[in-house]
């Protein structure tokens, strides 16, 4: 295995259920034992349905949202267990974040040019005429004009906000960028624009990422690898190449959604609904839906199975095409 440069053990998060109190002491398990790693200059998708954990992951990985258990390793150090301002300053260097909707993300009452070199300045980078410089550097670098430079965003299009968000997120220079979501809630036309901003910046800067989406096809076009999460659980991790071949029912039914043409896949529909985090199943989470599911995945969760290239956790992983679901007739 390559160097990590980032790396999630065993990692759990469970919080107060909404509409809690002391006497009411039920608990969301958002994220439960996590193993996630991201080796340098990779990029590592995220996948699974509404609810399954996806964007704790990445707050957890960007030092937002601390764990219940478990370790969070950034550069191999645990950053967890770091005083704040020290935490503060080695995530802030190595770690940028694009977040779904700049809408929301960008303060509306601060000019480009104050959004972009906040970094800077919490981070006391340089001197203040060579922030200023950077500054320039990075909007020219996400494809802003110079005459954006004191623009507000709301003088500006939902794409070229994005463009601002992506610029203040690599400010620093970090090795790792986490974009979760950040086409989604872009017009259709300037969503592939944004898509191949970011291939280009990770190409030319050598920036491993991790790419969160809903958007399967694209997910599969970006990453390298990709993980497959649910309710809270990652359930298998594989090659990008390889995700029309997954072992687990889940990645099957998932990816069967989305249509391609280079590997068409049959659709599996799902039956029931997404269990509740607050009282998950027991065993495998995934067993209350799925079609191969047997009176031993309610015992305990599979523990990971190890292919050369990936891995997964399912007693019973779809090896042969009569593994699937039969067809109903027309």
């Not at 190449?241 to 989305?258: C, K, M, N, Q, V």
Request: net charge positive.
């Amino acid at each position: 295995m390559t160097e990590s440069l980032a790396e999630l053990r065993e990692v759990s998060v469970d919080f107060r259920a909404p509409g809690g109190s002391i006497l009411n002491r039920a608990r969301v398990h958002a994220l439960t034992r996590a193993d996630v790693r991201v080796a340098p200059g990779e990029t590592l998708g995220v996948v699974g349905e509404s609810g399954c954990g996806k964007s704790t992951l990445v707050k957890v990985l960007v030092g937002l949202q601390p764990p219940s258990s478990g370790t969070v390793h950034i550069g191999g150090r645990d950053i967890w267990a770091m005083r704040t301002a020290e935490r503060r300053r080695h995530v802030g260097r190595l770690v940028g974040m694009v977040f779904q909707d700049p809408a929301t993300s960008l303060n509306r009452r601060l000019s480009v040019e104050q959004i972009i070199g906040d970094p800077l300045d919490v981070q006391r980078w340089r001197s203040p005429v060579e922030r200023g410089v950077r500054v320039g550097e990075l909007m020219d670098l996400v494809g802003l004009p110079a005459s954006a430079r004191e623009a507000l965003p709301s003088q500006m299009s939902g794409g070229q906000r994005q463009r601002v968000a992506i610029a203040r997120a690599l400010a620093l220079e970090p090795a790792l960028l986490i974009a979760d979501e950040p086409t989604s809630a872009l017009d259709v036309s300037v969503r592939a624009q944004i898509l191949n901003l970011l291939l280009d910046l990770r190409t030319r800067l050598g920036l491993a990422m991790v790419f969160v989406s809903h958007d399967l096809q694209t997910v599969r076009r970006v990453s390298d690898r990709i993980v497959t999460m649910y309710l809270g659980r990652v359930v298998e991790e594989l090659p990008a190449d390889r995700i029309h071949d997954g072992r687990h029912p889940y990645t099957r039914a998932l990816f069967s959604a989305a249509p391609g043409l280079l590997h068409p896949m049959r659709a599996i529909p799902l039956v029931g609904p997404v269990p509740s985090a607050v009282s998950p199943p027991t065993g495998c989470p995934f067993r209350t839906r799925c079609w191969r599911a047997t009176d031993r995945c309610a015992t305990e969760m599979p523990p990971y199975a190890t292919e050369a290239d990936g891995r997964y956790r399912c007693y019973h992983p779809i090896t042969e095409p009569s593994d699937l679901p039969a067809q109903e007739p027309a």
